[in-house]
Nanobody, 124 residues
């Protein structure tokens, strides 16, 4: 199993900043990509940003220029620096990762894991 643990959420005023972290642990062989999704109350979960092992990034239009995703491959950790936060950024933010893991029998198989979510609240 591969576990993801997020941290860094909280309450911030509009215009402020927060930094989210997500660390992956377990029987990891390799991680292809890691990303952040968010789900606001009453809305569907949406992609915020993603980054591949090679460093290629992808952002939702709504966060381009304000959010920056980065990754420490050695630590299997992904970060999301969120600047110029807006009330509409309020949501539960989830970390996601997929790649290859090592089974108990030493076989390699795919994995896709989600974190438990961390609340980000931006007040106006």
């Amino acid at each position: 199993q591969v576990q993801l643990v997020e941290s860094g959420g909280g309450l911030v005023q509009a215009g402020g900043s927060l930094r989210l972290s997500c660390a992956a642990s377990g029987s990891i062989f390799s991680i292809n990509a890691m990303g952040w999704y968010r789900q606001a109350a009453g809305k569907q979960r949406e992609l915020v940003a993603a980054i591949t092992s090679g460093g290629s990034t992808n952002y939702a239009d709504s966060v381009k220029g304000r959010f920056t995703i980065s990754r420490d491959n050695a630590k299997n950790t992904v970060y999301l620096q969120m600047n110029s936060l807006k009330p509409e950024d309020t949501a539960v933010y989830y970390c996601n990762a997929y790649g290859l893991r090592v089974g108990a029998d030493r076989t390699i198989s795919d994995f896709a894991s989600w974190g438990q979510g961390t609340q980000v609240t931006v007040s106006s």
